[in-house]
Nanobody, 120 residues
Framework: QVQLVESGGGLVQAGGSLRLSCAAS????????VGWYRQAPGKQRELVAA???????NYADSVKGRFTISRDNAKNTVYLQMNSLEPEDTAVYYC??????????????WGQGTQVIVSS
């Protein structure tokens, strides 16, 4: 009943910026922690940034100072602002969220991913 959809990916030159969005829809009572992950070809999926319901944030060392995660609870949407992009940021970016379903309990969901390509 619940799904996550990422958007905002694309092709950008090194030094440029992109803003990714993760929109949740369905029978949602509340959204708790949300994380952005990425996976490059031949590499393991890694956590890039996370945000709690109380808006505490954590970032991978490789993106600190460049990426910012935020959320708009009224829109059931989480964002990832990516600045000063580097070719090493090229990957498929996935949204992951802990969501309480209406009339149920908390479950974990993944989006389908959005491609980010940074050219040098």
């Amino acid at each position: 009943q619940v799904q996550l959809v990422e958007s905002g990916g694309g092709l950008v030159q090194a030094g440029g910026s992109l803003r990714l969005s993760c929109a949740a829809s369905g029978s949602i009572f509340d959204i708790n922690a949300v994380g952005w992950y990425r996976q490059a070809p031949g590499k393991q999926r890694e956590l890039v940034a996370a945000i709690t319901a109380g808006r505490r944030t954590n970032y991978a060392d490789s993106v600190k100072g460049r990426f910012t995660i935020s959320r708009d609870n009224a829109k059931n949407t989480v964002y990832l602002q990516m600045n000063s992009l580097e070719p090493e940021d090229t990957a498929v970016y996935y949204c992951n969220a802990d969501i309480i379903v209406v009339g149920g309990f908390e479950n974990n969901y993944w989006g389908q991913g959005t491609q980010v390509i940074v050219s040098s």
